[in-house]
T-cell receptor, first 117, second 111 residues
Framework: AQTVTQSQPEMSVQEAETVTLSCTYDTSESDYYLFWYKQPPSRQMILVIRQEAYKQQNATENRFSVNFQKAAKSFSLKISDSQLGDAAMYFCAYKRNYGGSQGNLIFGKGTKLSVKP | NAGVTQTPKFQVLKTGQSMTLQCAQDMNHEYMSWYRQDPGMGLRLIHYSVGAGITDQGEVPNGYNVSRSTTEDFPLRLLSAAPSQTSVYFC??????????FGNGTRLTVT
């Protein structure tokens, strides 16, 4: 069975600085997606970035980028120029890319990010 | 578009009561699912559906029933609520192979 591990329950960053959130996963599959979701206090689940396993190039979305190390099964999220609005719970998630259950996400337990002004 | 709509936003039940959490999407998505979120546990899959008339169990299905009579709706039923079902519930939908769209969640408290 696939598992997703976020080893940092809480992280803190100074405004305008850079922070990296860690995520490791375990799978025997080769065709899958990885995601980072942001959950602010409003409870809304917001997709931050996604990475397809077959793509070697790391995904980027504005200030957010990932370091995808497929062999090491590592998928970290880097937030550059941190802003107060980045304060939230961040979840790493995995899903296979085939079969009837391909919509199912497996989540890590989350990392709570605080941003200090 | 409304996206994924969950009702109610908040609910308090007594142990043993039944209720249905509603979920509707207007994006013609084949795939719909229910997750529960507990502190320190992330989100865990309860049930999912890949189309009308098709449902399957996720990681934590016990105590919950679902049905999918239409593409748009995917209600989650608690037949006899227990305190262990106190949680935040999320409905999500997508086209197969595309990212999930989440509803805004329902906070359920069972006393």
């Amino acid at each position: 069975a696939q598992t997703v591990t976020q080893s940092q329950p809480e992280m803190s960053v100074q405004e305008a600085e850079t922070v990296t959130l860690s995520c490791t996963y375990d799978t025997s599959e080769s065709d899958y997606y990885l995601f980072w979701y942001k959950q602010p206090p409003s409870r809304q689940m917001i997709l931050v970035i996604r990475q397809e396993a077959y793509k070697q190039q790391n995904a980027t979305e504005n200030r957010f980028s990932v370091n995808f190390q497929k062999a090491a099964k590592s998928f970290s999220l880097k937030i550059s120029d941190s802003q107060l609005g980045d304060a939230a719970m961040y979840f790493c998630a995995y899903k296979r890319n085939y079969g009837g259950s391909q919509g199912n996400l497996i989540f890590g337990k989350g990392t709570k990010l605080s941003v200090k002004p | 578009n409304a996206g994924v709509t969950q009702t109610p936003k908040f609910q308090v039940l007594k142990t043993g009561q039944s209720m249905t959490l509603q979920c509707a999407q207007d994006m013609n998505h084949e795939y719909m699912s229910w997750y529960r979120q507990d502190p320190g546990m992330g989100l865990r899959l309860i049930h999912y559906s890949v189309g009308a008339g098709i449902t399957d169990q996720g990681e934590v299905p016990n105590g919950y029933n679902v049905s999918r009579s239409t593409t748009e709706d995917f209600p989650l039923r608690l037949l006899s609520a227990a305190p262990s079902q106190t949680s935040v519930y999320f409905c999500a939908s997508s086209r197969l192979g595309s990212p999930l769209h989440f509803g805004n969640g329902t906070r359920l408290t069972v006393t």
